[in-house]
């Protein structure tokens, strides 16, 4: 039976999960679970994960969900995956582990949510939250500064020091590559100081071309739509204006 991954794009952790199995010639269908219309929510989906979150998946009769735990599965079950992925070696494997369990502990009030409350918000009727913003910026720049100065080492060009990447390379990056909801202006401002980072980023890109790029194009047309919104609602705060003005006028 096809593997079967219940996703929405919009989601980081649904992305690393499909570009895992573009990369590694997994073939699978793909459901799409909408968040913006709460279908995680579902009676139906609560069948395939009771916690109601993505992504998730069904091989033959097997669900798993967790987007960390989905790429160990997929790493181990299925033929001809690269070792690099995820090592056999207990102690590579260690490490590998570590910096995934790191990642989980520190970027849940990173860049998700930093773009959240500085950008995000009004879509799902929210105020921008500007105090919010600034306080998960903080903690994400820290974030970077481990990164830069634990995880990427002198020698390798992906963390720990690999000369090719693993599934902690791919989710991290795929967790960073949500900054680019973000102006160029302002996403410049928080990265440009991690040269290493960046050049790190560069590399996973350019390993997983062109998967990598064609999963995480989803964000360039969210972004696109949040401005238009964004902009439709700058209108019409400046139309009221022009008529509060106007009536006062009169």
């Not at 009769?61 to 989905?70: D, G, Q, T, V, W």
């Not at 020698?155 to 967790?175: N, T, V």
């Not at 680019?180 to 040269?195: A, N, V, Y």
Request: glycine share 4%; proline share 5%; with cysteine.
């Amino acid at each position: 039976m096809t593997l079967k991954l219940y996703v929405d794009r919009m989601s980081q952790a649904c992305r690393e999960v499909i570009i895992f199995c573009k990369l590694n010639g997994i073939d699978f269908e793909e459901v799409h679970i909408d968040l913006s219309k709460r279908q995680q929510l579902s009676p139906e989906y609560r069948e395939i994960n009771p916690i109601r979150q993505i992504p998730a998946i069904m091989d033959g009769r097997f669900k798993l969900s967790e987007s960390h735990a989905i790429l160990k599965y997929l790493a181990c079950a299925f033929p001809r995956i690269a070792d690099h992925w995820y090592p056999a070696d207990l102690y590579k494997r260690a490490k590998v582990e570590s910096v995934l369990d790191w990642h989980r502990t520190n970027f849940p009030r990173g860049p998700g949510s930093y773009t959240f409350y500085s950008v995000l918000a009004p879509t799902v009727g929210l105020p921008l939250n500007t105090k919010a913003a600034a306080r998960t910026e903080k903690m994400f720049i820290a974030c970077l500064a481990t990164i830069e100065s634990v995880w990427l080492q002198k020698k390798g060009r992906f963390l720990l020091g690999s000369d090719q990447p693993s599934i902690a390379d791919l989710s991290l990056a795929c967790e960073i590559m949500q900054l680019e909801i973000l102006d160029e202006k302002d996403r410049e401002r928080i990265l440009g100081p991690f040269k290493r980072v960046l050049k790190w980023l560069d590399d996973t890109k350019n390993a997983m071309a062109p998967h990598f790029e064609e999963v995480q194009s989803t964000l360039a047309g969210y972004k696109e739509k949040v401005q238009k919104q964004r902009n439709t609602v700058g209108s019409k705060i400046t139309q009221s204006g022009r008529k509060t003005v106007l009536q006062s006028k009169m």
